[in-house]
């Protein structure tokens, strides 16, 4: 009987490291999994802010040329009106320029 319950313990102790090995393997493979579903989400979460902000930069662009095509056409404008507000004194100022010339140099 001795015999018998000692072995009973050892077959007992065997199931219970063979338990603990197997719950080692699984804890093991739980993390291993985690980690990669973890990675793969760092890496989805890497690729969606990329994404973003390469939109955001293509937006703010976008707008930029929008303002920058608004301030150059308002240039134009106001560059065509002055010219054309000079090119109206121009016959005048040339007039005047010819007769200073003529009477400084007494040209007739």
């Given at each position: 009987?001795?015999?018998?319950?000692?072995?009973?313990?050892?077959?007992?102790?065997?199931?219970?490291?063979?338990?603990?090995?197997?719950?080692?393997?699984?804890?093991?493979?739980?993390?291993?999994?985690?980690?990669?579903?973890?990675?793969?989400?760092?890496?989805?979460?890497?690729?969606?802010?990329?994404?973003?902000?390469?939109?955001?930069?293509?937006?703010?662009?976008k707008?930029?040329?929008?303002?920058?095509?608004?301030?150059?056409?308002?240039?134009?404008?106001?560059?065509?009106?002055?010219?054309?507000?000079a090119?109206?004194?121009?016959?005048?100022?040339?007039?005047?320029?010819?007769?200073?010339?003529?009477?400084?140099?007494?040209?007739?």
């Amino acid at each position: 009987m001795v015999e018998n319950l000692a072995q009973n313990l050892r077959d007992q102790e065997s199931a219970a490291k063979e338990i603990v090995a197997k719950a080692k393997a699984e804890a093991a493979r739980t993390v291993a999994e985690a980690r990669g579903i973890s990675e793969q989400e760092v890496k989805v979460a890497r690729q969606k802010t990329h994404r973003r902000f390469r939109e955001e930069i293509v937006a703010a662009e976008k707008e930029a040329e929008g303002k920058a095509t608004a301030i150059v056409t308002e240039g134009k404008e106001k560059a065509d009106a002055h010219y054309r507000a000079a090119s109206s004194q121009v016959e005048d100022i040339s007039d005047w320029i010819v007769k200073e010339v003529m009477a400084t140099y007494g040209v007739s």
